[in-house]
């Protein structure tokens, strides 16, 4: 009975350690946590309204709450203009019959991100995820369902990374006249 408390304290004692280890250098998990402030107060998404990439990203920024969402452009100091969205399947690997083992699965997407006067504040920048879809064809229906699941998987990945380039951009000084 007391070795099992004395082993249960240093179960404890040890995950404490590690909590704070992980703690102390910085650690989080992806998409928790502050994210770096945008480096302007309101922003424009020009995005189809039933765009899922586009819905996606009003959802994080609303939830990260250091830009305002507007709905016209000339009101916004940035626009965020989508030029490409797609994803792409392509087989990757064939069994000895000739059959797909396994799928390359492609999300890209390119945008740009210009102010109310069409000076552009981020050129043109491009995300592509990339995942490996095993396949099995007695599995038919798991594998499609496992490959919507990568997909929305992917479009968070994608929300993500646009996130992080957005709040890289350097705000332009004011002309001087």
């Given at each position: 009975?007391?070795t099992?408390?004395?082993?249960h304290?240093?179960?404890?004692?040890?995950?404490?350690?590690?909590?704070g280890?992980?703690?102390?250098?910085g650690?989080?998990?992806?998409?928790?946590?502050?994210?770096?402030p945008?480096?302007f107060?309101?922003?424009y998404?020009?995005?189809?309204?039933?765009?899922?990439?586009?819905?996606?990203?009003?959802?994080?920024?609303?939830?990260?709450?250091?830009?305002?969402?507007?709905?016209?452009?000339?009101?916004?100091?940035?626009?965020?203009?989508?030029?490409?969205?797609?994803?792409?399947?392509?087989?990757?690997s064939?069994?000895s019959?000739?059959?797909?083992?396994?799928?390359?699965?492609?999300?890209?997407?390119?945008f740009?991100?210009?102010?109310?006067?069409g000076?552009?504040?981020?050129?043109?920048?491009?995300?592509?995820v990339?995942?490996?879809?095993?396949?099995?064809?007695?599995?038919?229906?798991?594998?499609?369902?496992?490959?919507a699941?990568?997909?929305?998987?992917m479009?968070?990945?994608?929300?993500?990374?646009?996130?992080?380039?957005?709040?890289?951009?350097?705000?332009?000084?004011p002309?001087?006249?």
């Open positions: 009975m007391k099992a408390a004395i082993s304290g240093r179960r404890l004692a040890a995950a404490a350690l590690v909590a280890l992980l703690s102390g250098c650690f989080h998990m992806r998409g928790s946590g502050p994210q770096e945008l480096p107060k309101t922003l998404l020009a995005f189809a309204p039933e765009s899922p990439l586009g819905v996606e990203l009003r959802r994080n920024l609303r939830a990260v709450n250091q830009v305002q969402l507007v709905d016209d452009r000339k009101a916004a100091e940035a626009i965020l203009e989508p030029l490409t969205d797609s994803r792409d399947k392509q087989v990757l064939l069994n019959q000739g059959r797909v083992r396994e799928f390359n699965l492609f999300y890209r997407f390119s740009r991100v210009v102010d109310n006067a000076h552009v504040l981020l050129p043109t920048s491009q995300v592509t990339r995942r490996i879809l095993p396949y099995n064809e007695n599995q038919a229906l798991a594998k499609e369902i496992e490959e699941q990568l997909y929305r998987e479009q968070s990945d994608v929300v993500q990374q646009v996130l992080r380039r957005i709040s890289s951009i350097k705000p332009q000084p002309a001087q006249g």
